[in-house]
């Protein structure tokens, strides 16, 4: 059998949470033929599926396998993170941010956001912040996702006056990325610029510095504050 797929992975997971009643479907069929899950029948004659030893191992690799994705992508978030503090920016981590994007119809569509990293110079002039925002993706499947979603991307660049991709080496290649994003490449040491960002001048909105004012920007490692 090949390697499992995630929508195979899913289904073993949420038959292994349920009563494990069959869905007859073409992915049950994959999973049965792959050894994963197996057939039972109860007193009454009514046919069951239960997870196997072997789809027990399937779900705990995955489990592992995500795990590790995400302390990979939250250790390249920190180093983007330090690196706009080093460059004289104030950053933040999980915003939650809302672009309005223009509909079919004429009307407003409101796209929900949540960049890795966002960050603005520190200085009191609006005119010179440069907001910036920094995706940050550590496995290919995850960023080909990204890019199918042109909402989402249009939400970044409505939202900052340059988006950036910050992609694990060896995961793809900077021609892979629309040339309106720049290019950072994380290697295990340092950060690579394989594509600067195209700049265009940027104020954020109200919405936007609403939500700066309720959120914690990241604290510098060298702060004394943050030995308190």
């Given at each position: 059998?090949?390697?499992?797929?995630?929508?195979?992975?899913?289904?073993?997971?949420?038959?292994?949470?349920?009563?494990?009643?069959?869905?007859?479907?073409?992915?049950?069929?994959?999973l049965l033929a792959g050894g994963w899950v197996e057939r039972l029948?109860?007193?009454?004659?009514r046919e069951r599926l239960r997870v196997t030893d072997a789809g027990?191992?399937?779900?705990?690799?995955?489990?592992?396998?995500?795990?590790?994705?995400?302390?990979?992508?939250?250790?390249?978030?920190?180093?983007?993170?330090?690196?706009?503090?080093?460059?004289?920016?104030?950053?933040?981590?999980?915003?939650?941010?809302?672009?309005?994007?223009?509909?079919?119809?004429?009307?407003?569509?409101?796209?929900?956001?949540?960049?890795?990293?966002?960050?603005?110079?520190?200085?009191?002039?609006?005119?010179?912040?440069e907001p910036a925002i920094h995706e940050i993706k550590v496995q290919?499947?995850?960023?080909?996702?990204?890019?199918?979603?042109?909402?989402?991307?249009?939400?970044?660049?409505?939202?900052?006056?340059?988006?950036?991709?910050?992609?694990?080496?060896?995961?793809?290649?900077?021609?892979?990325?629309?040339?309106?994003?720049?290019?950072?490449?994380?290697?295990?040491?340092?950060?690579?610029?394989?594509?600067?960002?195209?700049?265009?001048?940027?104020?954020?909105?109200?919405?936007?510095?609403?939500?700066?004012?309720?959120?914690?920007?990241?604290?510098?490692?060298?702060?004394?504050?943050?030995?308190?």
């Amino acid at each position: 059998m090949p390697a499992p797929s995630r929508v195979l992975v899913q289904r073993l997971r949420q038959l292994w949470r349920s009563a494990g009643w069959p869905s007859q479907d073409l992915v049950e069929v994959e999973l049965l033929a792959g050894g994963w899950v197996e057939r039972l029948l109860d007193s009454d004659g009514r046919e069951r599926l239960r997870v196997t030893d072997a789809g027990l191992a399937l779900i705990a690799e995955s489990l592992n396998r995500n795990r590790t994705a995400r302390d990979a992508h939250e250790a390249l978030v920190e180093r983007v993170a330090t690196e706009m503090q080093r460059a004289g920016r104030i950053a933040w981590r999980g915003l939650s941010l809302r672009a309005g994007l223009p509909g079919a119809d004429g009307a407003t569509q409101w796209v929900h956001a949540m960049p890795d990293v966002y960050s603005i110079r520190h200085s009191t002039v609006e005119d010179y912040l440069e907001p910036a925002i920094h995706e940050i993706k550590v496995q290919r499947s995850d960023l080909l996702g990204e890019l199918r979603k042109p909402a989402k991307s249009a939400a970044y660049r409505a939202l900052c006056g340059q988006c950036w991709f910050v992609i694990r080496a060896g995961i793809a290649e900077p021609e892979e990325i629309p040339p309106e994003y720049g290019v950072l490449i994380g290697h295990a040491t340092h950060l690579e610029l394989a594509r600067p960002a195209p700049k265009r001048a940027h104020k954020p909105d109200f919405a936007t510095w609403m939500a700066l004012a309720r959120a914690t920007p990241v604290r510098a490692a060298e702060d004394p504050q943050s030995l308190l």
